[in-house]
């Protein structure tokens, strides 16, 4: 008789991105504090009254429950609980939009099972403060801090390069809590400037291209 062995783990994570799979399931990309991201599938979801679909949602933080074949890559989500949905993000465009630009930022620059604890609380302090903020208007300046900061963590960060900006609004975008960045008055040609550098970046250095950029 085969004996097939199986192993359970549970950990902390945020919906990065999802995806159809077959008639009712998902394919969810999740980032967690501890193994890092990777892909879940998600059964049945996509039927009425799926109790799992609020966990397969983007933008959307919940303690997880993974089930595993030994030898597999591609767990199976089979419980867990919601820890934020982050309801006041899903009540405004401008929020949702930017939340979303967060963790495709995530997603494009992490590689699958690579724990990064610190960009992770990155991450979930941002998708924090756009929750808590007092005013419905998002920083024009708050995805462009986030978008160099991500790169920090990554490694392939700017903030001790000279790219021809103020030095004190560089080390504000860098290192200043949220607070200080939307206080930022705005600055068109520096944040041309800024948007022109990352997207050259994205494009040349890692062949990629964030989709969330035409909605923020």
């Given amino acids: 008789m085969l004996k097939y062995q199986y192993m359970v783990f549970c950990d902390n994570g945020i919906v990065l991105w999802r995806r159809p799979l077959r008639e009712n399931d998902r394919i969810v990309t999740i980032f967690t504090r501890e193994r890092g991201k990777f892909e879940v599938n998600f059964r049945s979801v996509r039927l009425p009254g799926g109790k799992l679909r609020p966990l397969s949602e983007p933008v959307s933080q919940g303690d997880y429950r993974f089930?595993?074949?030994?030898g597999s890559s591609f767990p199976v989500c089979t419980g867990g609980s919601s820890i934020s949905v982050f309801p006041r993000i899903r009540r405004g465009t401008e929020r949702?939009?930017?939340?979303l630009n967060f963790c495709e930022v995530i997603n494009k620059i992490t590689p699958a099972h690579q724990p990064?604890?610190?960009k992770y609380e990155l991450l979930l302090?941002?998708?924090?403060?756009?929750?808590?903020?007092?005013?419905?208007?998002?920083?024009?300046?708050?995805?462009?801090?986030?978008?160099?900061?991500?790169?920090?963590?990554a490694g392939f960060g700017f903030q001790h390069t000279s790219i021809g900006l103020d030095s004190?609004?560089?080390?504000?975008?860098?290192?200043?809590?949220?607070?200080?960045?939307?206080?930022?008055?705005?600055?068109?040609?520096?944040?041309?400037?800024?948007?022109?550098?990352?997207r050259r970046f994205f494009s040349e250095q890692l062949n990629q291209q964030l989709k969330t950029l035409e909605f923020v």
């Fill in 67 to 70: 089930h595993m074949k030994n």
């Fill in 96 to 99: 949702l939009f930017a939340a």
């Fill in 116 to 118: 990064s604890p610190e």
């Fill in 125 to 153: 302090g941002a998708l924090e403060n756009l929750e808590d903020g007092l005013s419905d208007a998002v920083s024009p300046w708050m995805r462009r801090a986030f978008t160099l900061r991500a790169l920090e963590t």
């Fill in 168 to 198: 004190r609004l560089w080390e504000t975008l860098h290192t200043a809590a949220w607070s200080e960045v939307h206080a930022l008055p705005p600055e068109p040609q520096a944040m041309d400037y800024l948007d022109n550098l990352l």
